[in-house]
């Protein structure tokens, strides 16, 4: 070994590499790479949905999480479509809900079961808020007695005239 390689073998394990090129980011580079990649085919057929999410957030850069159902079978072409619209579908097949993680969409989505809608506030209700919502409620409920009253006056009504034609009618039953 001459004498010059081996001076290199030492200044190599001795100097630091050199510092790598720092290459500026391009964003209209970026914006034309995620635009083609929305072209991309992107067609399931009986996939499950984890399978589905997993793509969906590398595709578009978010987090996906899924509460339930990560095996149901999600079926559909969802190229050209954009993160809120394939979201939905894929919850709408799996009976599920899309809820954001957060304000802002690159904050990701959930995949949840849907939420039950709140029981409405009968007039019996001790918590009810400090709004007049339990006077709304008496108010809504005696309107509703009242209508249902005219509604059985009615009824009676019809049904003692049906009596008085059938009885003055020779076999009418």
């Keep these: 070994m001459n004498n ?18 720092v290459v500026p980011a391009d964003p209209a580079r970026a914006r034309a790479i995620a635009a083609a990649a929305l072209n991309l085919p992107m ?29 149901a079978p999600i079926t559909g072409d969802f190229a050209g479509m954009d993160l809120k619209s394939s979201l939905a579908e894929c919850a709408r097949q799996a009976g599920l809900a899309v809820a954001p993680l957060g304000t802002a969409p690159s904050d990701g989505f959930s995949l949840e079961p849907p939420r039950p809608p709140a029981p409405a506030n009968g007039p019996d209700v001790k918590n009810a808020d400090s709004n007049g919502t339990e006077a709304g409620n008496r108010a809504a409920l005696a309107a509703a007695a009242a209508r249902r009253a005219e509604l059985l006056r009615r009824r009676k009504a019809l049904i003692d005239q049906q009596l008085q034609a059938s009885n003055g009618v020779p076999g009418a039953q």
């Design 43 to 71: 067609r399931f057929d009986n996939v499950p949905l984890g399978n589905v999410a997993r793509l969906l957030s590398a595709r578009f850069d978010v987090p996906i999480s899924i509460a339930a159902n990560a095996k």
């Design 4 to 21: 010059f390689s081996a001076l290199s073998l030492l200044l190599a394990a001795v100097l630091p590499a050199p510092p790598a090129a």
